[in-house]
């Protein structure tokens, strides 16, 4: 799927799971991807950044949003249990792996997408398809997540008084070939 994606695009999507890892969390929702975007250059950043998106303002609220949702910061904490019981040790393997391919390759668990976040994703190819263009770029990831209507990004730009209509027609004055 992400074969598709400018390098851009790419890096916002790496963005939003760094935002998961560093908030502690072992999915990746919408409310991540806004992060993602929310730190990339490129026109989705600079839409959010026009209508008051500001990167840290955003991620105080994802942090309040999800703590109200009950949703708990492990960092897979179950899973790292879990394997534990049968006698593997998850730190070790970190430590092993860091020393032998350097620090980061490898994380454990990996966050999986949430359905919403896989909707928005999907989402993000139609819209790309629909404004006629072959490669998904930051602008398609945005319309994605305003166009799947139910994920935690769009009660987050509530909370920050962003109006998601205005943030779609934004990019797409932009990305529009406007008529002479």
Do not use: W
Request: glycine share 8%; hydrophobic share 45%.
């Amino acid at each position: 799927m992400f074969d598709q994606f400018t390098e851009l695009a790419k890096r916002a999507v790496v963005a939003s799971q760094d935002a998961a890892l560093s908030l502690g969390h072992d999915f990746i929702g919408t409310e991540h991807i806004l992060l993602g975007l929310a730190q990339t250059a490129g026109t989705a950043g600079e839409v959010l950044r026009e209508h008051g998106v500001d990167l840290a303002q955003t991620r105080q609220k994802v942090v309040r949003l999800l703590e109200e949702s009950g949703a708990s910061a492990t960092g897979g904490q179950a899973a790292k249990d879990a394997l534990a019981s049968i006698g593997i040790d998850v730190a070790e393997i970190q430590r092993r792996a860091d020393d032998t391919f350097g620090p980061g390759a490898f994380t454990f668990p990996r966050p999986a997408y949430t359905p919403h976040a896989k909707t928005a994703l999907e989402l993000t190819l139609r819209e790309a398809a629909a404004l006629g263009q072959q490669r998904i770029d930051t602008e398609h990831i945005l319309l994605g997540l305003v166009a799947e209507g139910e994920g935690l990004a769009l009660a987050v730009l509530t909370a920050l008084d962003v109006d998601p209509a205005a943030l779609r027609a934004s990019v797409l004055n932009r990305v529009t070939p406007q008529a002479s």
